[in-house]
């Protein structure tokens, strides 16, 4: 399986990907911060969790550190609804000013499936053409692939 890239508009990504758990078991994995080095984002820079939150109101924080640097990332959870709905804002440090907002559902596919979307909207167009060339959806596809690796252990369990 893969995750599915697109545009939306000018704005916004839409990323698709069928994991085999059900929703819950999706859930459990991405929002447990002991597992989040494990998937999220380049295996060869795990981040650390300073901060994760998963309330309405709650804050969130990783940091990875790469060649001698630390790249933040952080936002605000606006809607948590386990195991269907999580909507969050996401700020990279160096762009203060040019934070997405990610709108997550885990839906039900097929027999024992989930069909996981996000739906990444920015305030502007280059915010999301930045994004975009930055290699986000190559890095998606090894973020997603990660994920699922633990989705699948986790449901076996």
């Known amino acids: 399986m893969s995750t599915t890239v697109t545009t939306v508009g000018d704005r916004g990504v839409r990323l698709?990907?069928?994991?085999?758990a059900l929703p819950?078991?999706?859930?459990?994995?991405?929002?447990?911060?002991?597992l989040v080095p494990s998937w999220w984002g380049p295996a060869h820079h795990a981040p650390v969790v300073v901060e994760m939150d998963v309330r309405p109101g709650g804050r969130w924080?990783?940091?990875?550190h790469a060649h001698g640097n630390v790249f933040g990332f952080g936002g605000e959870y606006?809607?948590?609804e386990r195991p269907g709905r999580l909507v969050q804002t996401f700020v990279f440090d160096p762009f203060p000013d040019a934070g997405a907002t990610e709108v997550a559902t885990l839906v039900p596919h097929g027999d024992g499936h989930t069909l996981f979307t996000v739906d990444i909207t920015h305030p502007t167009p280059e915010g999301r053409?930045?994004?975009?060339a930055g290699g986000m959806a190559e890095g998606m596809q090894e973020t997603h692939r990660r994920l699922e690796a633990l989705v699948i252990a986790a449901g076996s369990a």
């Open 16 to 20: 698709e990907r069928v994991f085999p």
């Open 78 to 80: 606006l809607e948590v």
């Open 61 to 64: 924080r990783f940091e990875m």
């Open 129 to 132: 053409n930045a994004q975009l």
């Open 24 to 34: 819950e078991v999706v859930w459990d994995t991405m929002t447990d911060p002991s």
